[in-house]
């Protein structure tokens, strides 16, 4: 039941954003978050004009 509950939290979930260069869009690079951080980075990279590739990381079943 805990993974279960985790991720009824949002907990469990994770994602990879990737940063983008400007010109060519070529990764820049690369970190992973929880949910609850991904808003967060999203709007401080719209504040700047900054271009992300956002994608959820695959998790194991344990």
């Given at each position: 039941?805990?993974?279960?509950?985790?991720?009824?939290?949002?907990?469990?979930?994770?994602f990879?954003?990737?940063?983008?260069?400007?010109?060519?869009g070529?990764?820049?690079?690369?970190?992973?978050?929880?949910?609850?951080?991904v808003s967060?980075?999203?709007q401080?990279?719209?504040a700047?004009g900054q271009?992300?590739w956002?994608?959820?990381?695959e998790?194991?079943?344990?």
């Open positions: 039941m805990g993974a279960e509950a985790d991720q009824a939290k949002g907990e469990a979930m994770r990879e954003i990737t940063r983008l260069d400007d010109v060519d070529t990764p820049v690079d690369t970190i992973v978050v929880d949910a609850a951080s967060r980075i999203v401080q990279a719209a700047i271009r992300l956002i994608r959820p990381v998790t194991s079943a344990s």
